[in-house]
T-cell receptor, first 114, second 110 residues
Framework: GAGVSQSPSNKVTEKGKDVELRCDPI?????LYWYRQSLGQGLEFLIY????????KSGLPSDRFSAERTGGSVSTLTIQRTQQEDSAVYLC????????????FGSGTQLSVL | DQQVKQNSPSLSVQEGRISILNCDYT??????FLWYKKYPAEGPTFLIS?????DKNEDGRFTVFLNKSAKHLSLHIVPSQPGDSAVYFC?????????FGKGTRLHILP
């Protein structure tokens, strides 16, 4: 596909379970970002990957959150032992080269922790 | 502490009039500013950007103004159309991180 693809589009889980969210960036885009949007809030930066460089993890809210990017393409965001406050829309974005270039966002994964 | 602030959660504008969305920032090292538009259940889409070395960038009905001394930027939409009703996010970048504001919901009234 031509755009950023995220799966699943919706995920309902029970408190304490682990979840994995997937992002397929646009082919050839070297930069990949994860953001989350909680109800009534803005876009909160989580993590940034650029090529083969070490990721910028400064936005991850706790050690329950981790992300990896395999082969410079697909990325997975993992949340362990989910809590109710993790409920949010998780958005992935990619860009061609670097910041300043516009980001292309996926439609997001709506995560609901019961 | 919020580095990018959009102090108006919502704004209502009559169709055909000018919509002005405002954004303030605190980090003088930001070198690029962007506006994104978001419809419900969709990801944000890029609208317009401006480099810190410029003070104005125009693209059709959309113009972004940057006042570096005031650390303020604004997005002007003229004339406003019904399809402009959406949430608008201001964003700023430094090195390889993009920071977003909380957004302003724009309602275009018929």
């Amino acid at each position: 596909g031509a755009g950023v693809s995220q799966s699943p589009s919706n995920k309902v889980t029970e408190k304490g379970k682990d979840v994995e969210l997937r992002c397929d960036p646009i082919s050839g885009h070297t930069a990949l970002y994860w953001y989350r949007q909680s109800l009534g809030q803005g876009l909160e930066f989580l993590i940034y990957f650029q090529g083969n460089s070490a990721p910028d993890k400064s936005g991850l809210p706790s050690d329950r959150f981790s992300a990896e990017r395999t082969g410079g393409s697909v990325s997975t965001l993992t949340i362990q032992r989910t809590q109710q406050e993790d409920s949010a829309v998780y958005l992935c974005a990619s860009s061609l080269v670097r910041v300043g270039e516009k980001l292309f966002f996926g439609s997001g994964t709506q995560l609901s922790v019961l | 502490d919020q580095q990018v602030k959009q102090n108006s959660p919502s704004l209502s504008v009559q169709e055909g009039r000018i919509s002005i969305l405002n954004c303030d920032y605190t980090n003088s090292m930001f070198d690029y500013f962007l506006w994104y538009k978001k419809y419900p259940a969709e990801g944000p889409t890029f609208l317009i950007s401006i480099s810190s070395i410029k003070d104005k960038n125009e693209d059709g009905r959309f113009t972004v103004f940057l006042n570096k001394s005031a650390k303020h930027l604004s997005l002007h939409i003229v004339p406003s159309q019904p399809g402009d009703s959406a949430v608008y996010f201001c964003a700023a970048s430094e090195d390889d991180k993009i920071i977003f504001g909380k957004g302003t919901r724009l309602h275009i009234l018929p």
